[in-house]
């Protein structure tokens, strides 16, 4: 749970930065929201899930 709440608040803060910038305007911005949103409810969301979950995972086994 606190890894896709770090995730959402990313992407969500992203999104707010090209929106600021104008990289990407509104009606974009919402049709991204809605495509993830409408993704989520999928039978394609635990694969994704996992996906994300693994690389997280990969990430944090990284030692310097």
């Given amino acids: ?7 959402v608040l990313l992407l969500g803060i992203i999104l707010v930065v090209l929106m ?3 990289a990407i305007k ?3 911005a919402i049709a991204a929201i809605l495509f993830g949103f409408f ?3 999928t039978g394609m969301a635990p694969s994704i ?3 994300l979950n ?10 310097f």
Wanted: aromatic share 4%; net charge neutral; no cysteine.
């Fill in 54 to 63: 693994s690389i997280a995972d990969t990430i944090n086994e990284i030692t």
């Fill in 20 to 22: 600021r910038s104008g």
């Fill in 1 to 7: 749970m606190a890894i896709s709440l770090s995730v």
């Fill in 39 to 41: 993704l989520a409810s």
């Fill in 26 to 28: 509104a009606g974009p």
């Fill in 49 to 51: 899930n996992r996906f």
